[in-house]
Protein backbone atom coordinates (compact mmCIF):
# COMPACT_ATOMS: atom_id res chain seq x y z
CA UNK A 1 0.00 0.00 0.00
CA UNK A 2 2.50 2.52 -1.29
CA UNK A 3 -0.28 5.63 -1.87
CA UNK A 4 -3.46 4.90 0.71
CA UNK A 5 -5.50 4.02 -2.29
CA UNK A 6 -7.41 1.21 -2.16
CA UNK A 7 -8.21 -1.56 -5.14
CA UNK A 8 -11.41 -0.19 -5.61
CA UNK A 9 -9.67 3.09 -6.27
CA UNK A 10 -11.37 4.54 -3.24
CA UNK A 11 -9.38 7.27 -1.48
CA UNK A 12 -8.18 5.31 2.42
CA UNK A 13 -6.79 7.40 5.10
CA UNK A 14 -3.64 8.02 5.84
CA UNK A 15 -1.52 8.67 8.71
CA UNK A 16 0.69 12.34 9.51
CA UNK A 17 3.40 13.10 12.20
CA UNK A 18 1.46 15.83 14.32
CA UNK A 19 3.63 15.66 17.22
CA UNK A 20 7.24 15.68 18.19
CA UNK A 21 9.69 15.17 21.28
CA UNK A 22 12.85 14.37 22.32
CA UNK A 23 15.07 13.44 25.60
CA UNK A 24 18.19 13.54 25.98
CA UNK A 25 20.03 12.57 29.45
CA UNK A 26 22.19 15.93 31.08
CA UNK A 27 25.29 14.02 31.48
CA UNK A 28 27.89 14.15 28.47
CA UNK A 29 31.01 11.99 27.86
CA UNK A 30 33.50 13.49 25.59
CA UNK A 31 35.87 12.53 23.25
CA UNK A 32 38.66 13.38 25.33
CA UNK A 33 36.95 11.60 28.19
CA UNK A 34 36.91 8.43 26.46
CA UNK A 35 40.88 8.97 25.73
CA UNK A 36 41.19 9.11 29.22
CA UNK A 37 40.60 5.47 29.64
CA UNK A 38 40.57 4.31 25.90
CA UNK A 39 43.73 3.80 23.46
CA UNK A 40 41.40 6.48 20.89
CA UNK A 41 41.72 10.36 20.33
CA UNK A 42 39.14 13.22 19.14
CA UNK A 43 40.96 12.88 16.24
CA UNK A 44 40.46 9.72 15.53
CA UNK A 45 37.07 9.68 16.24
CA UNK A 46 35.91 12.38 14.74
CA UNK A 47 37.77 11.25 11.57
CA UNK A 48 35.88 7.84 11.22
CA UNK A 49 32.23 8.76 13.19
CA UNK A 50 31.84 12.57 13.15
CA UNK A 51 31.09 12.05 16.74
CA UNK A 52 32.15 14.34 19.25
CA UNK A 53 30.14 13.25 22.34
CA UNK A 54 27.21 11.32 23.56
CA UNK A 55 24.87 11.34 26.26
CA UNK A 56 25.32 8.88 29.45
CA UNK A 57 21.78 7.90 30.99
CA UNK A 58 21.39 8.27 34.76
CA UNK A 59 17.97 6.42 34.76
CA UNK A 60 15.84 4.22 32.37
CA UNK A 61 15.11 4.08 28.99
CA UNK A 62 11.42 4.49 30.12
CA UNK A 63 12.34 7.21 31.66
CA UNK A 64 13.69 9.27 28.51
CA UNK A 65 11.02 7.44 26.70
CA UNK A 66 8.30 9.19 28.40
CA UNK A 67 9.67 12.59 28.75
CA UNK A 68 10.13 12.35 24.68
CA UNK A 69 6.64 11.44 25.00
CA UNK A 70 5.12 14.06 26.92
CA UNK A 71 7.04 16.95 24.57
CA UNK A 72 5.38 14.47 21.39
CA UNK A 73 1.74 14.90 23.13
CA UNK A 74 1.95 18.69 23.64
CA UNK A 75 3.35 19.32 20.68
CA UNK A 76 0.11 17.49 19.58
CA UNK A 77 -2.16 19.28 21.32
CA UNK A 78 -3.21 15.85 22.63
CA UNK A 79 -3.89 13.98 26.76
CA UNK A 80 -1.99 10.77 27.09
CA UNK A 81 -5.99 9.57 27.50
CA UNK A 82 -5.97 10.19 24.08
CA UNK A 83 -4.00 7.62 22.66
CA UNK A 84 -5.16 4.38 21.49
CA UNK A 85 -1.80 2.85 20.71
CA UNK A 86 2.30 2.78 21.99
CA UNK A 87 5.03 1.21 20.56
CA UNK A 88 8.32 2.15 22.02
CA UNK A 89 11.04 0.71 19.26
CA UNK A 90 13.90 -0.17 21.40
CA UNK A 91 16.46 -3.01 21.49
CA UNK A 92 17.46 -1.77 25.18
CA UNK A 93 14.67 -1.59 27.47
CA UNK A 94 14.00 -1.44 30.75
CA UNK A 95 12.88 -4.78 30.86
CA UNK A 96 11.14 -8.06 29.11
CA UNK A 97 8.78 -8.62 31.28
CA UNK A 98 6.75 -6.69 30.93
CA UNK A 99 7.38 -4.50 28.12
CA UNK A 100 9.21 -0.84 28.55
CA UNK A 101 6.22 0.26 26.41
CA UNK A 102 4.17 -1.17 29.89
CA UNK A 103 6.17 0.98 31.97
CA UNK A 104 6.31 4.27 29.44
CA UNK A 105 2.10 3.91 29.33
CA UNK A 106 2.37 3.38 33.08
CA UNK A 107 4.43 6.82 33.78
CA UNK A 108 2.22 9.47 31.14
CA UNK A 109 -0.88 8.06 32.17
CA UNK A 110 -2.32 6.14 28.97
CA UNK A 111 -3.58 3.50 30.66
CA UNK A 112 -5.40 0.92 28.84
CA UNK A 113 -4.30 1.63 25.34
CA UNK A 114 -2.67 -0.99 23.56
CA UNK A 115 0.97 -1.03 24.21
CA UNK A 116 4.28 -2.75 22.52
CA UNK A 117 8.17 -2.61 22.60
CA UNK A 118 9.35 -3.08 19.11
CA UNK A 119 12.44 -4.76 18.40
CA UNK A 120 14.64 -3.86 15.09
CA UNK A 121 17.71 -2.26 16.32
CA UNK A 122 18.62 1.08 15.15
CA UNK A 123 15.76 0.91 12.24
CA UNK A 124 13.35 0.41 15.34
CA UNK A 125 11.87 3.81 14.90
CA UNK A 126 11.11 3.84 11.17
CA UNK A 127 9.74 0.08 12.17
CA UNK A 128 7.25 1.45 14.18
CA UNK A 129 6.33 4.46 12.35
CA UNK A 130 5.28 2.02 9.79
CA UNK A 131 3.39 0.06 11.90
CA UNK A 132 1.65 3.06 13.15
CA UNK A 133 0.59 4.48 10.00
CA UNK A 134 -0.56 1.09 8.78
CA UNK A 135 -2.93 0.44 12.15
CA UNK A 136 -4.30 3.89 11.32
CA UNK A 137 -5.15 3.29 7.82
CA UNK A 138 -6.81 -0.12 8.65
CA UNK A 139 -8.77 1.99 10.50
CA UNK A 140 -8.17 0.46 14.02
CA UNK A 141 -6.11 2.78 15.85
CA UNK A 142 -5.99 6.83 15.38
CA UNK A 143 -3.74 8.11 18.09
CA UNK A 144 -0.52 6.51 17.86
CA UNK A 145 2.63 7.52 19.64
CA UNK A 146 5.38 5.99 18.37
CA UNK A 147 8.87 6.35 20.50
CA UNK A 148 12.79 5.26 19.99
CA UNK A 149 14.47 5.20 22.98
CA UNK A 150 17.57 3.42 24.02
CA UNK A 151 20.23 3.18 26.95
CA UNK A 152 23.30 1.45 24.84
CA UNK A 153 25.61 2.93 27.55
CA UNK A 154 24.67 -0.03 29.48
CA UNK A 155 26.37 -2.45 27.12
CA UNK A 156 29.20 -0.59 26.38
CA UNK A 157 32.36 -2.74 26.23
CA UNK A 158 34.85 -0.32 26.89
CA UNK A 159 37.51 -2.64 26.59
CA UNK A 160 37.11 -2.56 22.68
CA UNK A 161 37.53 0.83 21.43
CA UNK A 162 36.12 -0.26 18.15
CA UNK A 163 32.50 -0.11 19.64
CA UNK A 164 32.74 2.07 22.90
CA UNK A 165 33.35 5.22 21.04
CA UNK A 166 30.07 4.86 18.63
CA UNK A 167 26.98 4.65 20.89
CA UNK A 168 25.03 7.07 23.25
CA UNK A 169 21.66 7.57 25.15
CA UNK A 170 18.23 9.22 23.94
CA UNK A 171 14.50 8.78 23.44
CA UNK A 172 12.52 10.63 20.57
CA UNK A 173 8.77 10.42 19.92
CA UNK A 174 6.28 11.38 17.57
CA UNK A 175 2.21 11.20 17.41
CA UNK A 176 0.48 10.29 14.61
CA UNK A 177 -2.61 10.98 13.46
CA UNK A 178 -4.80 10.18 10.43
CA UNK A 179 -4.34 12.83 6.97
CA UNK A 180 -5.49 12.84 4.02
CA UNK A 181 -3.85 10.59 1.68
CA UNK A 182 -1.72 14.36 0.34
CA UNK A 183 0.14 14.22 3.57
CA UNK A 184 1.89 12.12 5.83
CA UNK A 185 3.71 8.83 5.64
CA UNK A 186 3.63 8.72 1.02
CA UNK A 187 5.77 5.54 0.93
CA UNK A 188 7.75 2.98 3.00
CA UNK A 189 10.48 0.16 2.94
CA UNK A 190 10.90 -2.49 5.88
CA UNK A 191 13.33 -5.04 5.48
CA UNK A 192 16.25 -7.42 7.17
CA UNK A 193 18.61 -9.77 6.16
CA UNK A 194 18.69 -12.28 8.85
CA UNK A 195 21.96 -14.14 7.03
CA UNK A 196 24.41 -10.84 8.09
CA UNK A 197 23.28 -10.90 11.73
CA UNK A 198 26.64 -12.03 13.26
CA UNK A 199 27.99 -8.40 11.92
CA UNK A 200 26.27 -6.54 14.32
CA UNK A 201 25.38 -8.25 17.50
CA UNK A 202 25.70 -8.85 21.17
CA UNK A 203 26.44 -12.46 21.06
CA UNK A 204 24.86 -13.56 24.46
CA UNK A 205 21.59 -11.17 25.16
CA UNK A 206 18.78 -13.39 25.71
CA UNK A 207 17.93 -16.56 26.37
CA UNK A 208 19.81 -18.55 23.32
CA UNK A 209 21.62 -21.65 24.93
CA UNK A 210 21.79 -22.69 28.60
CA UNK A 211 21.53 -20.28 31.76
CA UNK A 212 25.10 -19.27 32.13
CA UNK A 213 26.69 -16.29 34.01
CA UNK A 214 27.33 -12.91 32.96
CA UNK A 215 30.50 -13.48 31.05
CA UNK A 216 32.47 -10.09 29.93
CA UNK A 217 33.37 -11.88 26.99
CA UNK A 218 29.93 -12.67 25.38
CA UNK A 219 28.15 -9.62 26.95
CA UNK A 220 29.33 -6.64 24.79
CA UNK A 221 28.37 -4.87 21.26
CA UNK A 222 30.74 -6.57 18.73
CA UNK A 223 30.83 -5.15 14.90
CA UNK A 224 32.58 -6.06 12.00
CA UNK A 225 32.85 -2.10 11.11
CA UNK A 226 33.89 -2.44 7.41
CA UNK A 227 31.05 -4.81 6.50
CA UNK A 228 28.39 -2.99 8.34
CA UNK A 229 29.22 0.41 6.70
CA UNK A 230 29.56 -1.45 3.16
CA UNK A 231 25.95 -3.00 3.79
CA UNK A 232 24.72 0.20 5.50
CA UNK A 233 25.79 2.54 2.72
CA UNK A 234 23.72 0.22 0.05
CA UNK A 235 20.79 -0.93 1.77
CA UNK A 236 19.85 2.52 3.22
CA UNK A 237 20.63 4.26 0.10
CA UNK A 238 19.14 2.24 -2.14
CA UNK A 239 15.91 2.02 0.39
CA UNK A 240 15.74 5.80 0.43
CA UNK A 241 15.85 5.46 -3.07
CA UNK A 242 12.97 3.04 -3.69
CA UNK A 243 10.52 4.66 -1.66
CA UNK A 244 11.01 7.95 -2.99
CA UNK A 245 9.94 6.41 -6.57
CA UNK A 246 6.96 4.88 -4.81
CA UNK A 247 5.87 8.07 -3.78
CA UNK A 248 5.74 9.18 -7.07
CA UNK A 249 8.23 11.79 -6.99
CA UNK A 250 12.14 12.52 -7.81
CA UNK A 251 15.24 12.66 -6.04
CA UNK A 252 14.88 16.40 -6.85
CA UNK A 253 11.48 16.79 -4.59
CA UNK A 254 13.12 15.94 -1.72
CA UNK A 255 13.47 18.68 1.02
CA UNK A 256 15.40 16.86 3.66
CA UNK A 257 16.86 13.55 4.58
CA UNK A 258 16.57 12.69 7.63
CA UNK A 259 19.28 9.48 8.36
CA UNK A 260 19.98 7.31 10.98
CA UNK A 261 23.44 8.75 12.59
CA UNK A 262 25.49 5.89 12.81
CA UNK A 263 28.45 7.48 11.06
CA UNK A 264 29.00 10.85 9.35
CA UNK A 265 30.72 8.95 6.60
CA UNK A 266 27.83 6.16 5.77
CA UNK A 267 25.63 9.61 6.14
CA UNK A 268 27.82 11.33 2.68
CA UNK A 269 27.86 8.26 1.09
CA UNK A 270 23.85 7.83 1.33
CA UNK A 271 23.66 11.03 0.42
CA UNK A 272 25.83 10.62 -2.30
CA UNK A 273 23.75 8.08 -3.74
CA UNK A 274 20.73 10.15 -3.45
CA UNK A 275 22.48 12.92 -5.17
CA UNK A 276 21.46 15.20 -2.37
CA UNK A 277 24.06 18.44 -1.42
CA UNK A 278 24.30 18.21 2.41
CA UNK A 279 22.45 21.31 3.49
CA UNK A 280 19.58 18.69 2.50
CA UNK A 281 20.71 16.58 4.87
CA UNK A 282 20.36 16.56 8.50
CA UNK A 283 23.26 15.48 10.96
CA UNK A 284 23.49 15.65 14.72
CA UNK A 285 25.77 12.79 15.56
CA UNK A 286 28.64 15.52 16.58
CA UNK A 287 26.66 16.07 19.59
CA UNK A 288 25.08 12.37 20.82
CA UNK A 289 26.79 9.14 19.10
CA UNK A 290 24.62 6.65 17.63
CA UNK A 291 21.32 6.24 19.79
CA UNK A 292 19.57 3.80 17.78
CA UNK A 293 16.15 3.45 17.59
CA UNK A 294 16.23 7.66 19.15
CA UNK A 295 18.59 8.94 16.42
CA UNK A 296 15.69 10.01 13.79
CA UNK A 297 12.85 10.83 16.05
CA UNK A 298 15.41 13.12 18.03
CA UNK A 299 16.73 13.97 14.33
CA UNK A 300 13.12 15.30 13.45
CA UNK A 301 12.60 17.22 16.40
CA UNK A 302 15.79 19.33 16.19
CA UNK A 303 15.17 19.90 12.74
CA UNK A 304 11.86 21.25 13.56
CA UNK A 305 13.53 23.41 16.48
CA UNK A 306 16.07 24.88 13.87
CA UNK A 307 13.48 25.70 11.06
CA UNK A 308 14.39 23.11 8.75
CA UNK A 309 11.22 22.33 7.58
CA UNK A 310 8.21 23.94 6.57
CA UNK A 311 5.16 23.13 5.54
CA UNK A 312 4.68 20.71 2.25
CA UNK A 313 8.24 19.46 2.46
CA UNK A 314 9.17 15.98 1.21
CA UNK A 315 11.05 14.44 4.05
CA UNK A 316 12.67 10.78 3.55
CA UNK A 317 13.44 8.62 6.50
CA UNK A 318 16.62 5.98 6.34
CA UNK A 319 17.84 4.04 8.96
CA UNK A 320 19.96 0.19 9.01
CA UNK A 321 20.50 -1.67 12.18
CA UNK A 322 22.07 -5.16 13.62
CA UNK A 323 19.63 -7.55 11.98
CA UNK A 324 20.84 -6.33 9.58
CA UNK A 325 17.62 -4.32 9.06
CA UNK A 326 17.49 -1.06 7.36
CA UNK A 327 13.89 0.92 6.51
CA UNK A 328 13.01 3.66 4.97
CA UNK A 329 9.83 6.24 4.97
CA UNK A 330 8.70 9.13 2.30
CA UNK A 331 6.60 11.93 4.46
CA UNK A 332 5.04 15.01 3.25
CA UNK A 333 4.67 17.38 5.83
CA UNK A 334 1.33 18.98 7.31
CA UNK A 335 0.57 22.45 7.48
CA UNK A 336 1.94 22.85 11.12
CA UNK A 337 6.07 22.85 11.92
CA UNK A 338 5.12 24.76 15.37
CA UNK A 339 4.03 22.73 18.42
CA UNK A 340 0.46 23.07 19.85
CA UNK A 341 1.26 23.48 23.49
CA UNK A 342 4.73 22.73 25.59
CA UNK A 343 5.62 20.73 27.94
CA UNK A 344 8.12 20.81 31.23
CA UNK A 345 8.47 17.15 31.13
CA UNK A 346 12.15 16.47 31.93
CA UNK A 347 14.51 13.72 33.53
CA UNK A 348 15.14 14.29 36.91
CA UNK A 349 18.56 16.19 37.57
CA UNK A 350 21.65 14.41 38.73
CA UNK A 351 25.01 15.61 39.90
CA UNK A 352 26.84 12.43 38.67
CA UNK A 353 29.09 12.56 35.65
CA UNK A 354 29.57 10.87 32.68
CA UNK A 355 32.45 9.07 33.98
CA UNK A 356 30.97 8.51 37.26
CA UNK A 357 27.73 6.76 35.27
CA UNK A 358 29.92 4.28 33.10
CA UNK A 359 32.01 3.08 35.94
CA UNK A 360 30.20 -0.32 36.51
CA UNK A 361 31.02 -0.64 32.58
CA UNK A 362 34.28 -0.45 33.41
CA UNK A 363 34.50 -2.89 36.68
CA UNK A 364 32.61 -5.35 34.68
CA UNK A 365 34.24 -4.96 31.44
CA UNK A 366 37.49 -4.25 32.34
CA UNK A 367 39.66 -1.60 30.49
CA UNK A 368 41.99 -2.51 27.06
CA UNK A 369 45.55 -2.30 26.48
CA UNK A 370 46.66 1.52 26.58
CA UNK B 1 37.82 2.01 -22.44
CA UNK B 2 41.31 1.17 -22.39
CA UNK B 3 43.35 1.28 -19.47
CA UNK B 4 44.83 4.76 -19.43
CA UNK B 5 41.15 6.16 -19.44
CA UNK B 6 40.19 3.69 -16.80
CA UNK B 7 42.77 5.50 -15.18
CA UNK B 8 41.80 9.06 -15.68
CA UNK B 9 38.80 8.18 -14.27
CA UNK B 10 39.63 6.18 -11.20
CA UNK B 11 42.07 8.95 -10.69
CA UNK B 12 39.03 11.79 -10.67
CA UNK B 13 37.20 9.64 -7.99
CA UNK B 14 39.60 9.51 -5.77
CA UNK B 15 38.86 13.65 -5.83
CA UNK B 16 35.86 14.34 -6.22
CA UNK B 17 34.59 10.66 -3.91
CA UNK B 18 37.41 10.20 -1.60
CA UNK B 19 38.44 13.56 -1.40
CA UNK B 20 42.09 13.00 -2.28
CA UNK B 21 45.26 15.21 -2.50
CA UNK B 22 45.31 14.97 -6.60
CA UNK B 23 49.09 15.62 -6.60
CA UNK B 24 50.09 13.03 -4.14
CA UNK B 25 48.22 10.42 -6.92
CA UNK B 26 50.21 8.18 -8.62
CA UNK B 27 50.42 4.63 -9.90
CA UNK B 28 52.64 3.44 -7.02
CA UNK B 29 50.69 5.25 -4.44
CA UNK B 30 50.08 2.54 -1.59
CA UNK B 31 46.24 4.08 -0.21
CA UNK B 32 46.96 3.26 2.84
CA UNK B 33 50.38 4.27 3.67
CA UNK B 34 50.96 7.37 1.16
CA UNK B 35 47.37 8.66 0.23
CA UNK B 36 46.22 7.65 4.57
CA UNK B 37 42.85 6.00 3.58
CA UNK B 38 42.06 4.59 6.50
CA UNK B 39 39.75 1.08 6.44
CA UNK B 40 36.60 2.82 5.80
CA UNK B 41 37.90 4.81 2.77
CA UNK B 42 39.05 1.62 1.14
CA UNK B 43 35.28 0.61 1.49
CA UNK B 44 34.59 3.57 0.69
CA UNK B 45 36.95 3.47 -2.14
CA UNK B 46 35.37 0.08 -3.73
CA UNK B 47 31.42 1.78 -3.21
CA UNK B 48 32.82 4.66 -5.65
CA UNK B 49 34.49 2.17 -7.53
CA UNK B 50 31.41 0.19 -8.33
CA UNK B 51 29.36 3.14 -8.82
CA UNK B 52 31.28 4.63 -11.13
CA UNK B 53 32.71 1.82 -13.31
CA UNK B 54 29.18 -0.38 -12.67
CA UNK B 55 31.71 -3.18 -11.50
CA UNK B 56 31.20 -5.62 -8.44
CA UNK B 57 34.17 -6.23 -6.77
CA UNK B 58 34.16 -8.64 -3.80
CA UNK B 59 35.75 -8.49 -0.82
CA UNK B 60 38.31 -11.20 -1.59
CA UNK B 61 39.73 -9.27 -4.79
CA UNK B 62 39.24 -6.05 -2.66
CA UNK B 63 42.03 -7.18 -0.53
CA UNK B 64 44.59 -7.33 -3.57
CA UNK B 65 44.04 -3.39 -4.02
CA UNK B 66 47.12 -1.47 -2.17
CA UNK B 67 48.05 0.55 -5.01
CA UNK B 68 46.71 3.38 -6.88
CA UNK B 69 48.47 1.07 -10.07
CA UNK B 70 46.43 -2.22 -8.48
CA UNK B 71 43.13 -0.61 -7.99
CA UNK B 72 43.23 0.63 -11.77
CA UNK B 73 44.15 -3.03 -12.97
CA UNK B 74 41.76 -4.64 -11.27
CA UNK B 75 38.68 -2.28 -12.87
CA UNK B 76 40.54 -2.54 -16.32
CA UNK B 77 40.16 -6.16 -15.83
CA UNK B 78 36.59 -6.42 -15.12
CA UNK B 79 35.89 -4.14 -17.94
CA UNK B 80 37.49 -6.41 -19.90
CA UNK B 81 36.26 -9.52 -19.27
Redesign the interface.
Known sequence: MDNAVDPDGAEMQNAKITGWGKCLPPASLSNDDLAQIVDTSDEWIT??TGIKERRICHVDVSDMAAVAAQHALAAAGLEATDLDLVIVGTCTGDSTIPSTASKVQEIIGATGCAAMDLNAACSGFIYGLVVGTNMIRAGTNSRVLVIGAEKLSYHLNFADRSTCVLFGDGAGAVVLEPADSETGVLATELGLDGTARSLLEIPVSGTQGERRPPDPETAGITMN???V??RA??TMGDAAVRVVEKSGLTLDDVDLLIPHQA?T?IID?TA??LRLDRDKVFINIGSYGNTSAATIPVALAEAIEQDRITPGDVIVFAAFGAGLSWAAATVRWGDRVTPVATSDAALPPTDRTAMELIQPNIDFFGLGAR | MDRSAVAERLEEVLVTELGLDADKITEEANFEEDLEVDSLGVVELLMALEDEFGVQIPDEEAENIGTVGQAIDLVYGKLES
Open positions: TRGPEFRVTNRARR
